[in-house]
């Protein structure tokens, strides 16, 4: 009103509660864009991820993201060979890291990546060793060349 007198409504409740229309009122401000809801992170391994682990704590799948020869939903115990190669550092022949292969998932990644021998003068020119690098690392190192041969026989 324009006297200024004020107003008394009850709202909620039968509460009184001051009002006086000639004060300036607040005006809610955009609240902003509404954000999409995600869902909260896993708290921790998923199942398959937890299954892979064991098995490669056991022995019968490698570091390999694409291991061909650990257990699957089809064939859950192997039947292939299990040896596993380490990729050593050409110096001092110390593992450059601390990830282990079956020769035939090195090969098979080294074949996707563009690396390995091409040619066997080449393979001989290296005296014995092939150069690699780990699928998972990128570390770069030699394995013995019975290994890759092995794992190239075994993609055959």
Do not use: Y
């Amino acid at each position: 009103m324009p006297d200024g007198t004020l107003f008394w409504s009850a709202p909620l409740g039968g509460f009184p509660t001051p009002t006086n229309p000639t004060a300036p009122q607040a005006s809610p401000g955009p609240a902003g864009p509404k954000r999409a809801w995600v869902p909260p992170p896993p708290p921790g391994l998923t199942l398959r991820q937890r299954v892979e682990q064991g098995e490669r704590e056991n022995g019968l799948r490698c570091d390999d993201m694409s291991c061909g020869l650990g257990p699957s939903d089809d064939d859950p115990e192997p039947t292939a060979d299990l040896a596993r190669v380490v990729i050593n550092s050409l110096g001092d022949g110390t593992s450059v890291c601390g990830h282990t292969f079956h020769p035939s998932c090195l090969v098979s990644a080294e074949r996707v990546a563009g690396w390995g021998p091409d040619s066997e003068s080449e393979r001989e020119r290296a005296g014995g060793l092939v150069e690699v690098s780990c699928p998972v690392c990128r570390a770069v190192g030699v394995i013995p060349r019975k290994d890759w041969e092995q794992g190239a026989q075994a993609l055959v």
